[in-house]
Antibody, heavy 117, light 113 residues
Framework: EEQLVESGGGWVQPGGSLRLSCVIS????????MNWVRQAPGKGLEWISTIDNSDGGSTYYADSVKGRFTISRDNSKNTLYLQMNNLRAEDTAIYYCAKDRKIYDLWGLGTLVTVSS | DIVLTQSPDSLAVSLGERATINCKSS????????????LAWYQQKPGQSPKLLIY???TRKSGVPDRFSGSGSGTDFTLTISSLQAEDVAVYYC?????????FGQGTRVEIK
């Protein structure tokens, strides 16, 4: 069964950092681009980043996180990462990883990030 | 930037009745070269992550009940639930993947009347 499991969320003060992880199982990780999508409390879905398949794949970011967040992957560990630096209150959200380049046919359960003083 | 606007923001439908959700794009999400519409629909039940229902505007994902159908082309799209069931209570999002960076509509909440 295909599965995505996020972890690494938590509470952090403004200006702080967190690293999210997404462990995949049930499909060949190398073959797929992967994404991070977030959802602020009570709000809609916002795409924030994509990494193409293969190690060192091209990366893409929404303007709202560009320069602060870094997406990466370790194909040997079947794991997707999101390094989040200089966090702001408006980054408070559930962060989901999602499979494939544009049609997100599999989502994880999400991990909650709360940025507050 | 392409903007997707869904209507209505919420609707209440009786069990067994039809629910219709609209998604209007600020520009066409169809490529003339292949006539495909780069639009998907997702369902997010309370407390759950989103799930893909429909892609290419009208192709149902395997396992999705056939009471869900998608239609439309160019800039105007519709998600129809032909006979609403209790388990269909959710927020529904359209998403365009025409541009390199996908965007979602604001969501439509479907409730039971």
């Amino acid at each position: 069964e295909e599965q995505l499991v996020e972890s690494g969320g938590g509470w952090v003060q403004p200006g702080g950092s967190l690293r999210l992880s997404c462990v995949i199982s049930g499909f060949i990780f190398n073959n797929y681009a992967m994404n991070w999508v977030r959802q602020a409390p009570g709000k809609g879905l916002e795409w924030i980043s994509t990494i193409d398949n293969s190690d060192g794949g091209s990366t893409y970011y929404a303007d709202s996180v560009k320069g602060r967040f870094t997406i990466s992957r370790d194909n040997s560990k079947n794991t997707l990462y999101l390094q989040m630096n200089n966090l702001r209150a408006e980054d408070t959200a559930i962060y989901y990883c999602a499979k494939d380049r544009k049609i997100y046919d599999l989502w994880g359960l999400g991990t909650l990030v709360t940025v507050s003083s | 930037d392409i903007v997707l606007t869904q209507s209505p923001d919420s609707l209440a439908v009786s069990l067994g009745e039809r629910a219709t959700i609209n998604c209007k794009s600020s520009q066409s999400v169809s490529y003339s070269s292949n006539s495909e519409n780069y639009l998907a629909w997702y369902q997010q039940k309370p407390g759950q992550s989103p799930k893909l229902l429909i892609y290419w505007a009208s192709t149902r994902k395997s396992g999705v009940p056939d009471r869900f159908s998608g239609s439309g082309s160019g800039t105007d799209f519709t998600l129809t639930i032909s006979s609403l069931q209790a388990e269909d209570v959710a927020v529904y999002y359209c998403q365009q993947y025409y541009t390199p960076f996908p965007k979602f509509g604001q969501g439509t909440r479907v409730e039971i009347k």
